[in-house]
């Protein structure tokens, strides 16, 4: 799917008492750790993957060209 341009989506989830989420989070200064995230993420039930279509904006070519050479969308916009 990802080679034809979608966006891959996987969907799952895991039931868990909110008391061992809450302690959990408290061993994790950080949620967006990978300790956290793999901790939170374990034992889960999959669901279903699936494609969206996503198709190239037509100004892609130009926010590149923008970003290639320096230019912000604000020096555009001021021009």
């Known amino acids: ?4 341009g979608h966006k891959v989506l996987t969907y ?3 039931q ?3 008391e061992d989420l809450k302690y959990i989070m408290e061993q ?3 949620v967006e ?6 901790e ?3 034992d889960m039930t999959y669901l279903c993957t699936f494609g969206l ?4 904006r037509s100004t892609v070519q ?5 970003i290639k050479y320096g230019t912000t969308i604000q020096d555009k916009i001021d021009m």
């Not at 799917?1 to 034809?4: C, G, H, L, P, V």
């Not at 130009?62 to 923008?66: D, G, K, P, V, Y």
């Open 1 to 4: 799917m990802a080679q034809r």
């Open 16 to 18: 868990m008492a909110k």
């Open 33 to 38: 750790s990978l300790e956290f995230k793999n």
């Open 62 to 66: 130009e926010s590149i060209q923008l």
């Open 53 to 56: 279509d996503d198709p190239i």
């Open 40 to 42: 939170i993420c374990s």
């Open 28 to 30: 994790h200064e950080d």
């Open 12 to 14: 799952a989830f895991r």
